[in-house]
T-cell receptor, first 113, second 112 residues
Framework: DGGITQSPKYLFRKEGQNVTLSCEQNLNHDAMYWYRQDPGQGLRLIYYSQIVNDFQKGDIAEGYSVSREKKESFPLTVTSAQKNPTAFYLC????????????FGDGTRLSIL | QKEVEQDPGPLSVPEGAIVSLNCTYSNSAFQYFMWYRQYSRKGPELLMYTYSSGNKEDGRFTAQVDKSSKYISLFIRDSQPSDSATYLCAMNEGNRDDKIIFGKGTRLHILP
């Protein structure tokens, strides 16, 4: 089945530790996105990538980093510089063509130990 | 004024009722409008996708866009307990590099 796979489903981070969240898609989509979702705050864009080897900061990029070495993969690293990382992280992708909608994975819940 | 406003709820309705969910927006350049359904601890799932003004129907769901009033709605007919979820509206202008702007979501409870 075509879709977006995020792993792990749950992740725990110790103080001062970097952690990486995985996002893989087999939809052949060019564009990929990372969002953070907090209760009552909606979706906030962290980073996005329109094409391989290129990515742009979203609205809340500080404390996060990404890479886009392959079309199907867009991992997100939550660095120790992100002081409030506890949240639900969502990855999305979007196909080419006239204004295709975004499709989402099932998220990773990150918590601090 | 926020770009997209959506009442967070919760909205509780009895099973079988018609549900009306709404969003207002301020950017008159928005042309594409989406509704997503999100169950607890899951990612948002695309329900409806419309362009410009008018109505679009898909089964029990109808999406309505009124660009003159900058107001969009999602109607759910014959609501079921399985419709209990958070519903997010989303919209954008339609340029290649523009971002999709999401509402904060409305929590809906369908009471059996």
């Amino acid at each position: 089945d075509g879709g977006i796979t995020q792993s792990p489903k749950y992740l725990f981070r110790k103080e001062g530790q970097n952690v990486t969240l995985s996002c893989e898609q087999n939809l052949n989509h060019d564009a990929m996105y990372w969002y953070r979702q907090d209760p009552g705050q909606g979706l906030r864009l962290i980073y996005y990538s329109q094409i391989v080897n290129d990515f742009q900061k979203g609205d809340i990029a500080e404390g996060y980093s990404v890479s886009r070495e392959k079309k199907e993969s867009f991992p997100l690293t939550v660095t120790s510089a992100q002081k409030n990382p506890t949240a639900f992280y969502l990855c999305a992708s979007r196909g080419q063509g006239i204004n295709q909608p975004q499709h989402f994975g099932d998220g990773t819940r990150l918590s601090i130990l | 004024q926020k770009e997209v406003e959506q009442d967070p709820g919760p909205l509780s309705v009895p099973e079988g009722a018609i549900v009306s969910l709404n969003c207002t927006y301020s950017n008159s350049a928005f042309q594409y409008f989406m509704w997503y359904r999100q169950y607890s601890r899951k990612g948002p799932e695309l329900l409806m996708y419309t362009y410009s003004s008018g109505n679009k129907e898909d089964g029990r769901f109808t999406a309505q866009v009124d660009k003159s009033s900058k107001y969009i709605s999602l109607f759910i007919r014959d609501s079921q307990p399985s419709d209990s979820a958070t519903y997010l509206c989303a919209m954008n202008e339609g340029n290649r590099d523009d971002k999709i702007i999401f509402g904060k979501g409305t929590r809906l409870h369908i009471l059996p």
